[in-house]
């Protein structure tokens, strides 16, 4: 029997060249630097209308809540680096000191990237009803989502840039 290429004693060897993985390992990396564009903007996108829904919910939560307890509830947000916002049943409660007053806080920790950059406080009376119209601004990037509360006190999220594929036009 004849040795054929590839068997054990042909001389042929098998297996890739240095130059070869190196061609190999230098498309992978073009094609990583490709996609992680993409995916980074796909990630802030995905934390933005997060938080968004998020301040939408505890927005909620706050009208329910009032009517419930049937007291007042405050919304209190703060806008910068370290944004967070509390809902309490207290005025003044400070989301970024860890408060006991608060019954739902988030800050800018829960969502990496995103910004808070305006917002106004609210206060929910015992009837659910706001005693102002809130308009709070969050971005990501360069997109941006505006929640705000109408007279009757129902949260609302919408896009400033127009509609979004989640999210109506402002």
């Known amino acids: 029997m004849k040795a054929g290429p590839g068997t054990p004693g ?18 992978l990396a073009v094609l990583a630097s490709i996609a992680v564009p993409p995916a980074t903007r796909l990630l ?3 934390r933005l209308q997060a938080a968004a829904q998020t ?10 809540e ?6 007042p509830v405050h919304v209190a947000p703060q806008a910068g680096t370290d944004w967070c916002w509390s809902v309490a049943t207290t005025p003044g409660c400070d989301c970024r000191q860890a408060p006991d007053c608060a019954l739902r806080q988030h800050g800018a920790g829960d969502f990496r990237g995103v910004r808070l950059e305006r917002a106004g406080a609210l206060v929910f ?14 971005a990501a990037g360069s997109e941006a989502l505006e929640v705000s509360v109408g007279p009757m006190g ?17």
């Open 125 to 138: 009376s015992a009837e659910g009803l706001p005693d102002a119209p809130l308009g709070a601004r969050l």
């Open 66 to 71: 009032a009517v419930r307890r049937r007291q």
């Open 10 to 27: 042909s001389g042929c060897k098998r297996g890739f060249t240095l130059v070869e993985i190196m061609v190999a390992l230098a498309l």
């Open 44 to 46: 802030e996108r995905h």
């Open 55 to 64: 301040l939408a919910a505890d927005l909620a939560e706050a009208r329910f």
């Open 154 to 170: 129902r949260a609302r999220i919408c896009s400033p840039e127009g509609a979004s594929v989640h999210f109506p036009a402002c």
